[in-house]
């Protein structure tokens, strides 16, 4: 999957040469074999966050989709950054971020004007590339998987 993090899972495309939309099939596919009912996602660079996949959409057989993951990833990147996050930076790091969001929300200037809050995705930087998903292991409570970022992950120009 190619996906900048930044954007809606509906952007995202197939890694093939031209680059097409994933057919509705495969998101609704089930993420894991075995199927599981409960999954934390942490992400590489950022282990403190966890993210559990919502459940109030979930396939037929009571599985989560590839849709589900994304959509989890999504609404949990589009939250605001903490109190504590934010005033825990140096302030070159938080003009940093400033940069970041206004990049983010350049495209959009009913959101931009709207939006005046920092997002964890921000946080990310540059990094915000889907490179996967690792699993972790099943464990009493649930699938654990680890969101990967690729280690250099170039200035991302748009959705895919």
Known sequence: I???MRFA?????????HRHKI???HVQKVTTEPGTRKMRITISSRPEW???VAQDSQNERGFFSVEDVLCSITDYLRRPITT???EGMPSDRQKQLHLLRHDRL?????EFNADISVRCVDLLGWKTVFGGLTPLGPTEWGME???KLPPLSPKPSGTF
């Open 106 to 110: 350049a495209d959009d200037v009913v």
């Open 145 to 147: 998987v680890m969101l």
């Open 9 to 17: 899972p509906s952007t995202s495309r197939s890694p093939g040469e």
């Open 50 to 52: 966890e993210i559990e």
């Open 2 to 4: 190619l996906w900048d």
């Open 84 to 86: 504590d996050e934010w």
């Open 23 to 25: 057919p509705r099939g």
